[in-house]
């Protein structure tokens, strides 16, 4: 077992500038998109080319507020542009699998916003459509891509934990009653928009659960309000998550092994500190990042531009082996807390009709 470390290893992830320059074109205009493109844009040397919306004036305004030459009212139009290299699906979670299926069908590099696909079925389509293609694809799960979390990576590598034999992970938001979450027919509910983090941060450590026992509670609006789950692996290694829409929550995260503990204060997905303590007491080591929340989207383009300038399909630090692993553990919690989500007439079809975003 290593002895435990004299100071925190430092991030490895590359200078997000130094990542080749390819042209994007975005599907959806709504919070996260904006977001996403205001990071890259200020980050990184990727350039986009291109905006799309069913809402064509929805689509110009945004191409205008965010400097993008292109807007299109037909998602169709923008994957068949010639000055695309590559696709970021930001669209409504139930409009997930259609777009990035145009996007692949048109022979586009494809980032998928978190979650992939409202389940495992929808995920492996994607993955199976990239790989036919042999395109790029990922989830835009942003967390992997964090500078802090290649630094848990590398602790986690090193085995100074000892044997991880438990993971705690929560997230509560309050949301007002216009917000989409709360919308039934937009797979609303806490679990893909806030669930996904604790439960993929659960499956990349411990691997797929072997067991899962789960509880939820309904929200008035007709989605599911809160959820809690314990996740157990092979060897009674448990994680224990939990994701609310009642209440803002501490929002944190903590990996403990047989030698010691490492804290992630909340926000847990995004960019801030680790504490690293050994079991038993002791000076606990500290890595310190500035607290940039949404501001460091970038890191995902920066890596997926990297991928396909090395002609890799996938990115090593969420391989959608990975992400189909997380909607199978979040597909059991579904099944186990009668969770369900629509099924559009369009899901199986080309043609989303108007996004929410």
Not at 33 to 48: G, I, L, M, N, Y
Not at 64 to 77: K, L
Not at 157 to 171: F, K, P, R
């Amino acid at each position: 077992m290593p002895a435990f470390p004299s100071a925190l290893p430092a991030a490895r992830t590359p200078d997000p500038m130094d990542a080749p320059a390819l042209r994007w074109g975005v599907l959806g205009t709504g919070w996260i998109a904006e977001r996403f493109v205001s990071s890259v844009q200020r980050h990184t040397r990727q350039r986009f080319t291109a905006v799309a919306s069913r809402d064509a004036a929805r689509a110009k305004d945004f191409a205008e507020a965010n400097n993008i030459p292109r807007s299109y009212g037909s998602y169709e139009d923008l994957v068949a542009a010639g000055d695309v290299d590559i696709v970021y699906v930001a669209t409504e979670h139930t409009a997930h699998l259609a777009c990035a299926r145009l996007a692949l069908e048109a022979g586009k590099h494809t980032l998928v916003e978190k979650p992939i696909g409202l389940d495992a079925a929808e995920a492996a389509e994607i993955a199976r459509l990239a790989a036919e293609r042999g395109l790029f694809c990922a989830e835009a799960l942003w967390t992997f891509f964090l500078p802090r979390f290649d630094v848990v990576r590398q602790i986690l590598d090193s085995g100074i934990l000892g044997e991880v034999h438990t993971v705690l992970a929560d997230i509560g938001e309050h949301f007002g009653p216009e917000h989409r979450i709360l919308r039934p027919e937009l797979a609303g509910g806490p679990l893909l928009d806030l669930g996904t983090y604790p439960v993929s941060l659960a499956t990349w450590i411990l691997g797929a659960p072997a067991h899962i026992q789960a509880s939820g509670q309904p929200h008035p609006a007709g989605v599911n309000g809160q959820t809690s789950a314990i996740l157990r692996d092979t060897h009674g290694n448990q994680a224990v998550v939990h994701t609310t829409l009642f209440s803002d929550t501490p929002t944190t995260a903590t990996i403990a092994g047989s030698h010691a503990t490492l804290s992630l204060p909340g926000p847990f997905y995004q960019p801030g500190d680790l504490v690293l303590t050994p079991s038993g007491g002791g000076t606990p080591l500290t890595y310190t990042e500035s607290r940039t929340a949404h501001d460091a989207l970038h890191f995902e383009a920066a890596e997926a531009a990297r991928c396909i300038a090395a002609g890799s399909p996938q990115t090593p630090l969420r391989p959608l082996s990975d992400s189909i692993v997380t909607l199978r553990a979040m597909d059991e919690i579904r099944r186990l807390t009668g969770i369900t989500f629509p099924r559009p007439a369009w899901a199986g079809s080309a043609s989303p009709p108007p996004a929410a975003q």
